[in-house]
């Protein structure tokens, strides 16, 4: 059974700090790898999303890295602002050939100004 | 496009009482989610559905829970009859699955409140 782990569960910096987000997931047998972003109250955002065949996805100051092997994936964000404060899951697909995906709990990020 | 389009937005109503949630997928999309998201259980898959048929609906909690999609533009997740322990945010996704890729679009969710 696929399960997807968020570590750590919250995080604050400062303003202008590089920051790395964590996920891992347990089957490695993935064909790919979503990150979401969840403001309060709201529905969750894609950010970006990695096929199997592909180590990284860049998208503006966003970075996500993907290593099947050891069953992780990194959200990097550069130069953080205020505004990147949010909730930030990843998810995987429970299996091929199904679209149901399986969730982290994620990580709530506070960016002070 | 408007993006995936769910109402009510808010919902607040008593035990027993029947509840209808909404969702327009995202026009052209052939896959439609719908999900609950609690602090206790964070995000959960309820049921999906591919071209209009459900095809995993194992996450639908009990019988009082049940899902339609009469065509692609339209379904509705009913509770009947509700109580509070159903109270949570519920959120409809759809995408355009298309072999192994199929990114979700979320739509903003109907919080509601069972009293």
């Known amino acids: 059974k696929q399960e997807v782990t968020q570590i750590p569960a919250a995080l604050s910096v400062p303003e202008g700090e590089n920051l790395v987000l964590n996920c891992s997931f347990t089957?490695?047998?993935?064909?790919?790898l979503q990150w979401f972003r969840q403001d309060p109250g709201k529905g969750l955002t894609s950010l970006l999303l990695?096929?199997?065949?592909?180590r990284e996805q860049t998208s503006g100051r966003l970075n996500a890295s993907l290593d099947k092997s050891s069953g992780r994936s990194t959200l990097y964000i550069a130069a953080s602002q205020p505004g990147d404060s949010a909730t930030y899951l990843c998810?995987?697909?429970?299996?091929?050939?199904?679209?149901?995906?399986?969730f982290g709990q994620g990580t709530t990020l506070q960016v002070k100004p | 496009d408007a993006g995936v389009i769910q109402s009510p937005r808010h919902e607040v109503t008593e035990m027993g009482q029947e509840v209808t949630l909404r969702c327009k997928p995202i026009s052209g999309h052939n896959s439609l989610f719908w999900y609950r998201q609690t602090m206790m259980r964070g995000l959960e898959l309820l049921i999906y559905?591919?071209?209009?048929?459900?095809?995993?609906d194992s996450g639908m909690p009990e019988d009082r829970f049940s899902a339609k999609m009469p065509n692609a533009s339209f379904s509705t997740l009913k509770i009947q009859p509700s109580e509070p322990r159903d109270s949570a945010v519920y959120f409809c996704?759809?995408?355009?699955?298309?072999?192994?890729?199929?990114?979700?679009?979320f739509g903003p969710g109907t919080r509601l409140t069972v009293t």
């Open positions: 089957d490695s047998a993935i064909y790919n």
């Open positions: 998810a995987v697909p429970s299996s091929s050939n199904t679209g149901k995906l399986i």
């Open positions: 990695i096929q199997s065949s592909q």
């Open positions: 559905f591919n071209n209009n048929v459900p095809i995993d």
């Open positions: 996704a759809s995408s355009l699955a298309q072999g192994s890729y199929y990114e979700q679009y």
